[in-house]
């Protein structure tokens, strides 16, 4: 390291990059596989719903969800929001959607089709079915509607019944919400299949749901790891490592044997007492979606001693069900995506929480992982990841004594976040953290 070099304030994970360039090189693949005459989708985040039986289909699956991110995080985004502004889509709409917006605007308006040249990672090819979902939000599927305006192509929209906190416990709803998952599901092979005019391999189908429950169930393992002190790994290790196991991206069987090697590392950390920083002053909670464009933030705090132990929730895998006596892979999937929404729903109820999903989870986290702040990101352009956050303040103050931070910005549009003054707020809110880790100890809170 020459003189003038300072080490990073957190330190990397090696078993990190080979999840990391599993992104890089799906995007090449499916441009390739494109050029090769293959079909291509683009497909919402839809909690395996519908990756699932694409990737048993060997049909190349892009996320304009995460290539936005990608384009965020790479600089290039300001360009293709730039043409969305100029095309007429509203500055409120979704980060992820005007970025997508501008791109396509660039790529048929412009580039009759082709790939921009500025765009990173081989960029989207054009696809020739919208995979949508209704869960979460409305943007997600509205938003493949008005891609019509570019792309001659079907949109499928994946629908979920997700009950309430208190319903989903009435007899009978967990069975009729797996019955109408699988339903839908179901119409959506049968779609495809027609679409591209083959057949679903069954037994293909049961392997890959197979591999991908194994693969979030090592995944999920990794991050119960990070309950020790001092944290072993950082939320900008989860962000980096995350896209396999949310995205079903590239090889499964290599993804499974990647996360493993993760979790012996961070294990080995948790072994040896070695953090992801220096000094862990303050373990703090996350949520919801980062500020892709200037994740450099977090080193600064990470100078300062602040560790982020957990985050996320709608990037997070599901909590571990034995589905072992499903023979049915549709049902399995089914039960899975079930599961990642409501997982968290019997600690809600126990709690007297009707907010069971996207809310309560960082109330249980802030127990299990021992928070001492919480960092509350709200989304200028997501309502969906913002409209829980007071929720979420206001319960941990209240049953827990741990204080958040507010700090305004937006996943894409770097106009719409101040780091500089994200960083000031942060250095007089640990003043709060410590103010509240004495009342905890002096009222003997366990958190």
Known sequence: MAPSEKPKAIAKLK??????????????KSVEAVAAGKPAVWAMANWWQGSAVLKAMDIEVVYPENYSAVCASTGVAPTYLE??????????LCGYARTNYGYTHRMMR??????????????????????????????????????????????????????????????GMYE???????????????????????????DRLAEVVDDMIEMHRVWYEVNELRKA???????????????PALYLLGDMKQAIANYRDLYAEVQSLVQAGNGSIPEEKYRVGFA?????????????????????????????????????????????????????NTGYYKYALDNDSQLGYFGYPYVHWAKEYKFDGMLLHPLVSCRSASTHLGYVRE???????????WIEGDIV?????????????AEAFEEIMDHYRDRRQNEEFDA
């Open 83 to 92: 043409r969305a502004d100029s095309a007429g889509f509203p500055t409120h």
């Open 15 to 28: 078993s990190m990059y080979p999840l990391r360039a599993t992104v890089d090189e799906s995007y090449k």
């Open 110 to 171: 412009e580039l009759n089709g082709q790939i921009p040249p500025e765009a990173p990672l081989g960029g989207m090819p054009k696809p020739i079915l919208l995979l949508s979902s209704s869960m979460i939000c409305d943007a997600r599927y509205k938003w493949f509607q008005g891609l019509g305006r570019y792309l001659d192509a079907p949109v499928y929209n994946l629908e979920m019944s997700i009950p309430g906190v208190a319903e989903f416990f009435h007899e």
């Open 176 to 202: 009729n919400s797996v019955r109408l998952a699988s339903e839908n599901i179901r119409r959506l092979i049968v779609f495809v299949e027609q679409l591209v005019g083959r057949r679903l391999d069954r």
């Open 395 to 405: 319960t941990l103050v209240k049953k827990l004594k741990v204080p958040s931070l």
């Open 288 to 340: 919801e979606l980062p500020p892709w464009h200037s994740l450099g933030f977090f080193d600064a705090l990470a100078e300062r001693g602040w560790n982020f132990v957990m985050e996320s929730w709608g990037y997070q895998p599901p909590i571990p069900i034995d589905s072992s006596d499903t023979k049915d892979p549709v049902e399995k999937i089914a039960k899975h995506a079930i599961q990642y």
């Open 229 to 243: 002190r001092p944290c072993p790994m950082h939320s900008r290790h989860f962000w980096a490592c995350m896209p």
């Open 413 to 425: 549009d770097l106009s719409l976040f101040d780091a500089d003054d994200a960083l000031r707020k």
